[in-house]
């Protein structure tokens, strides 16, 4: 076995190098460290590319009917602007919540959605990939948990929306009108970039 010991290899044109032929298979030897200050691409997906997490606490709120609308208090909402680093990557979004429904007519129903920037994650109350609740004052932990294509490098605005089957309010970590306060109650926000 021949050796040869270089400190560099750079390509005689343009700007590309080929290893080997297809088929050829290269052994690295234990021990050696492979170090990337580029891209690398053609390796398979699946890889996570950044991770983010949004946390809240203390009371948010929205008082919409019907379709879903973004869940504030004070100017505080529950967002997040996140920007893909590759169009074809797939964005994972967890949601952890506790909500609290002010409806005093059980039959009445509060929901959580996923709005992605673009489009509601689910449309309406009882949809599979939305969170319901209801019932007088009903304190209930939510969670949602949805992929879908980045299909840009844009940015985006990921938000847990909410609404009620009446104009009457859905709280975040408690509310002081219905006198559940939730002082150690946190909604929680994870988003994953996955490499395609």
């Known amino acids: 076995m021949s050796e040869i010991k270089v400190n560099k290899i750079s390509p005689a044109t343009s700007t590309a190098i080929t290893l080997g032929d297809s088929g050829d298979t290269f052994t690295l030897p234990s021990g050696a460290t492979i170090v990337n200050s580029g891209t690398a691409t053609g390796f ?26 973004d869940i504030t208090k004070g100017g505080e909402l529950f967002t997040y602007d996140f920007t893909p680093t590759s169009a074809s990557s797939n964005i994972l979004v967890m949601t952890s919540t506790v909500a609290v429904s002010e409806e005093t007519n059980g039959g009445n129903r509060g929901w959580l ?18 969170s319901n609740f209801g019932g007088s004052h009903l304190v209930a932990h939510h969670s949602i948990c949805h992929t879908f294509a980045a299909g840009s490098t844009s940015q985006r605005t990921i938000s847990v929306r909410g609404g009620m089957d009446s104009g009457t309010n859905c709280y975040l970590n ?14 929680s926000m994870i988003i994953q970039e996955i490499g395609a």
């Not at 398979?44 to 009917?65: C, F």
């Not at 408690?174 to 909604?187: F, H, K, L, M, V």
Request: proline letters at 3%.
């Open 44 to 69: 398979g997906g699946g890889k996570v590319l950044q991770v983010v997490s949004v946390t809240k606490d203390g009371e948010l709120s929205t008082s919409a009917g019907g379709v879903p609308t």
């Open 174 to 187: 408690g509310s002081s009108s219905p006198n559940y306060t939730g002082s150690d109650a946190q909604c």
């Open 113 to 130: 959605a996923l709005w992605n920037g673009v489009v509601f994650v689910c449309a309406n109350s009882g949809s599979a990939l939305d």
